[in-house]
């Protein structure tokens, strides 16, 4: 797709001889919020991995602005990195530095910007995310929501072009979790970035996605705007969607019959 920032084509990747995703095939429109979604073991995060270049496929392509992930040399990978930003689940902040040096650290890595203008770029990343006043705490002296947004601070430092989410509300209350949800919407749109969030908490999410992408089996189950993936027909997105005890996934992971595990079969 031509407006289309990153693509993933008929994507096979697994671990040892499990098979995760199996001819996988979607696009993140640019300027877009796109979510992925699905059960746990479905193979989001694997994609956001594939996506960043930490993983390579073992069939198909992976683009990133037109050029294939899996093919770029080490220097490829670094420069397309550059254009990346990553909020890692719970955040994932340097415990033994200070608001201001978490969010400083990839422009000292990444950049030779002098000090005065590294503080004032850290102030005002931290100012978009409402914790320019928390320059000076340190990880353990905040809460995991506040965590969470400076971790997002330090994700759009180097002005990223897309900037992915992997499970950004897992832990949060639900003030915490709403404002996070808000925050991902406001600067996607006020800093036109390419966003794609990968959760399962189906209502915050719904109402931020532009697009809505349901991953089963390794597979799309379902995509498109939320209000078409609601509607879709398909048992695993309908129980996913609905948040149902029963359907396609089950609750209980297969295995032998209650009567072999506990010998009752052969008492009788």
Known sequence: MADSLVELRDVTFGYG???????????????????LMGASGGGKTTALRLIGGQQRALRGQVLFDGADVGVMSDTQLYAARRRMGMLFQFGALFTDLSVFENVAFPLREHTRLSEPLIRDIVLMKLGAVGLRGARDLMPAQISGGMARRVALARAIALDPELVMYDEPFAGLDPISLGTAARLIRRLNDALGITSIVVSHDVAETFQIADHVVILADGRVAAQGTPDEVRVS?????????????????????????VAQDFGVEGQR
């Open 17 to 35: 001889g499990r098979i995760v995703l199996d001819g996988l095939s979607f696009a993140v429109a640019r300027g877009k919020v796109t979510a």
């Open 233 to 257: 027909p398909d048992p695993l997105v309908r129980q996913f969607v609905g948040v149902d005890a029963d359907g396609p996934v089950r609750f209980h992971y297969p295995g032998p019959s």
